[in-house]
């Protein structure tokens, strides 16, 4: 993630509220078709907003919270698994999650991929995490100017990622762009 890499010293900026606001839960499970998911991944997890929002959401799973820093993912251990103990940080590397195939009804990334130098190898990680019949979403910042946000050099289209995303085989893959700043990509094994 060579130098796009969100830098840990601003964290603080992940647990904005506003930012659950712009991509609420009940629209994205809504889209994903997610009814009662025992096991979802946050990929890129960060300080673990959206996990926490996912386990508020639905009572009875649990949210593997995968980022490749560890300060993110001892900030987590520190101040989200007390108050939420269904939230389980773990640290990632290169792509890579220490879980079985087909561990996870759903998976989330939400502002990562502009920052993968490799996203088909890290789609095709989560393709492998993604039960048969589940789901993957991935938001990410749209790719033109705004007020807040990495440089537009580094976004990634939201159909290039539907793209990627039919390359390592998820299907009826559907854009949705109804936030001011985020695009909104959900596929299905």
Request: charged share 25%; aromatic share 10%; proline share 5%.
């Amino acid at each position: 993630m060579s130098g796009k890499c969100f830098n840990p010293a601003k964290l603080e900026k992940l647990n904005n509220p506003e930012r659950i606001a712009e991509l609420p839960m009940s629209f994205l499970c809504d889209k994903a078709a997610l009814s009662d998911p025992q096991v979802i991944i946050d990929l890129g997890a960060g300080t673990g907003l959206f996990s926490r929002a996912l386990v508020d959401y639905f009572p009875h799973c649990t949210v593997y919270a995968y980022d490749v820093s560890k300060v993110m993912v001892d900030w987590m251990q520190a101040n989200v698994v007390p108050h939420y103990p269904r939230v389980v940080p773990r640290l990632m590397a290169d792509g890579q999650v220490d879980a079985a195939d087909g561990f996870a009804d759903f998976l989330l990334m939400v502002n990562l991929h502009h920052e993968i130098d490799n996203p088909l190898k890290t789609l095709q990680e989560s393709y492998r995490l993604v039960k048969t019949g589940g789901s993957i979403a991935i938001s990410d910042w749209r790719k033109e100017e705004m007020d807040k946000g990495p440089s537009v050099k580094i976004r990634v289209d939201a159909m290039e990622v539907k793209h990627q995303l039919q390359e390592v085989g998820f299907l009826d893959i559907t854009v949705y762009d109804d936030f001011r700043y985020n695009y909104l990509v959900i596929g299905y094994k």
